[in-house]
Nanobody, 122 residues
Framework: VQLQASGGGQVQAGGSLRLSCAAS????????MAWFRQAPGKEREFVAS????????DYADSVKGRFTISRDGDKDTVYLQMNSLKPEDTAVYYC????????????????WGQGTEVTVSS
């Protein structure tokens, strides 16, 4: 499985970005997909997840109401729409996949993308 994350950049507080994670290598119908982020000097933390089959989602409290995770089965791509961005959202964002239901902890994920950097200025 290969994951290619893109869409990061610099934005002012209150702005929006959409991250993409293109997946390849196998069928993802039974997979759980997630976004994590890691700010400088901090541990990698869960942001959002989606079950490929059925589309059920979960979010960290810090992003609920602002971020939306979705997937496009035709393109094998997972998206993270980020609105109302705050400086504390600044981090490298990683997409991850596991061959089962999504989980909140990094150690449960088998496949990782390379990360895309998001910088939010005040």
């Amino acid at each position: 499985v290969q994951l290619q994350a893109s869409g990061g950049g610099q934005v002012q507080a209150g702005g929006s970005l959409r991250l993409s994670c293109a997946a390849s290598g196998r069928t993802f119908r039974s997979y759980g997909m997630a976004w994590f982020r890691q700010a400088p000097g901090k541990e990698r933390e869960f942001v959002a997840s989606i079950r490929w089959s059925g589309g059920s989602t979960d979010y960290a409290d810090s992003v609920k109401g602002r971020f939306t995770i979705s997937r496009d089965g035709d393109k094998d791509t997972v998206y993270l729409q980020m609105n109302s961005l705050k400086p504390e959202d600044t981090a490298v964002y990683y997409c991850a996949a596991r061959a089962s239901s999504p989980r909140l902890r990094t150690e449960f994920y088998d496949f990782w993308g390379q990360g895309t950097e998001v910088t939010v200025s005040s």
